[in-house]
Structure formats: structure tokens, C-alpha cells
T-cell receptor, first 111, second 113 residues
Framework: DAKTTQPPSMDCAEGRAANLPCNHS???????VYWYRQIHSQGPQYIIH???NNETNEMASLIITEDRKSSTLILPHATLRDTAVYYC????????????FGTGTRLQVFP | NAGVTQTPKFRVLKTGQSMTLLCAQD?????MYWYRQDPGMGLRLIHY???????AKGEVPDGYNVSRLKKQNFLLGLESAAPSQTSVYFC????????????FGQGTRLTVV
């Protein structure tokens, strides 16, 4: 699986958009980009994933650059409950992936 | 729908004791995973399974054994616990295919004294 690089921490004001970047410059054509988050030592929670097109669901939007070497997770209106560690993962679609997590970005939403 | 259930939620062991952590999923998923998470760190993969009767090593397998005798259960064993195995353990499962999300249990907090 491709390695990912994320900033260790970010801050965001409540109500503003939180934009979390992820670099995956060695991503292969058959690898998806996944985002999970972990709130206060609970089990990680799936947020969104994509291959090459931008994706949106009720939780967030995922913007993937055209060359697929980086992506951004967008929480459009961050709330205090969005304070968590956010993990960006790339996974192959041939079932060989081990679901390896990096160290993630600790997002702190402040009032 | 219970999802992924871990048993127990908390445990304190003495050095040298053994124990088994149970992960059960009711979603008929093929893939199951065991992770450990140390304070302030990310998740590290211990072992995983791609189907009933199969197991494979992850990033940090030493000191642990696993078994997948039934599709719905994935057991993590510590034969001789050490203080370095004090951690929070998470189990996850997912369906076959890369376009599938993983579901996590709520964790087991293990302290080895």
C-alpha cells in the first residue's frame, strides 16, 4: 500500500470548514483513498472514500487531485463533535491490502 | 445489528499470565483485523485474516497468536503477557473488495502489571 503523509495537528473554528490534507505521491492506479476518524479513543469510524473522482456524503467531501497524488477531506461546517484524529489511507482493490493506518491528523475544533 | 463486538472491554493481567481477546462480527465479513494502539499513537496491525481458517502477520505480530476457526470470530491470544503489551486493542472487519469500508469494535483496554 502507498504511504500517506498528513500534518500531525490542525485547528478549526466551530462553524467553519475544516480542510484536512493528505499526500500520497506513490499511489497506484488501483488504489482507493479512504478516510477514517477516531473520536477520543473509540473505534475508528469510516468517513468517505474515492478512487479518482471527488466524492460527497452526509459527513464530508473528498477532493482528489487530478494526478491523484494528494487529497483533501472537507468537513463543511465543523462542530465540536468533529474533534478527532483523522486518518488517510490508500488501499489496493485486489484484496491484498492489510489496512495499514498512519499517525493521522489531530483536528481540534474550538468554539 | 451488533456489528463488531469485543470481549472483554477491560482487563488487568499480571506479567506472564495468558488471555484471549474475542472479536465477533455479525455481518458475514470475510476480512478481520486486530490492532493495538498505544497512548498518543496510531493503530498498528498485529494480525489479520482473509477468511475462515486463515491468518497472516501484520506489522507487530510478535508475542501474539490468532485463530479464525469460525468466520464470525477472530481470537487474539497472549501466551505470556508482558508490560509492553499494555495497550488498547481494536478489532475490525470488512467485506471482500477494496471498495468496502471497515467496521471497528469499541476496543479492549489491557493493562499488564
Amino acid at each position: 500500500d502507498a504511504k500517506t503523509t498528513q500534518p500531525p495537528s490542525m485547528d478549526c473554528a466551530e462553524g467553519r470548514a475544516a480542510n484536512l490534507p493528505c499526500n500520497h505521491s506513490t499511489i497506484s492506479g488501483n488504489e482507493y483513498v479512504y478516510w477514517y476518524r477516531q473520536i477520543h479513543s473509540q473505534g475508528p469510524q469510516y468517513i468517505i472514500h474515492g478512487l479518482k473522482n471527488n466524492e460527497t456524503n452526509e459527513m464530508a467531501s473528498l477532493i482528489i487531485t487530478e494526478d491523484r497524488k494528494s487529497s483533501t477531506l472537507i468537513l463543511p461546517h465543523a462542530t465540536l463533535r468533529d474533534t478527532a484524529v483523522y486518518y488517510c489511507i490508500v488501499r489496493a482493490w485486489d484484496n491484498t491490502d492489510k489496512l495499514i493506518f498512519g499517525t493521522g491528523t489531530r483536528l481540534q475544533v474550538f468554539p | 445489528n451488533a456489528g463488531v463486538t469485543q470481549t472483554p472491554k477491560f482487563r488487568v493481567l499480571k506479567t506472564g499470565q495468558s488471555m484471549t481477546l474475542l472479536c465477533a462480527q455479525d455481518m458475514n465479513h470475510e476480512y478481520m483485523y486486530w490492532y493495538r494502539q498505544d497512548p498518543g499513537m496510531g493503530l498498528r496491525l498485529i494480525h489479520y485474516s482473509v477468511g475462515e481458517g486463515t491468518t497472516a502477520k501484520g506489522e507487530v505480530p510478535d508475542g501474539y497468536n490468532v485463530s479464525r476457526l469460525k468466520k464470525q470470530n477472530f481470537l487474539l491470544g497472549l501466551e505470556s503477557a508482558a508490560p509492553s503489551q499494555t495497550s488498547v486493542y481494536f478489532c475490525a472487519s470488512r467485506e471482500t473488495g477494496a471498495n468496502t469500508e471497515a467496521f471497528f469494535g469499541q476496543g479492549t483496554r489491557l493493562t499488564v502489571v
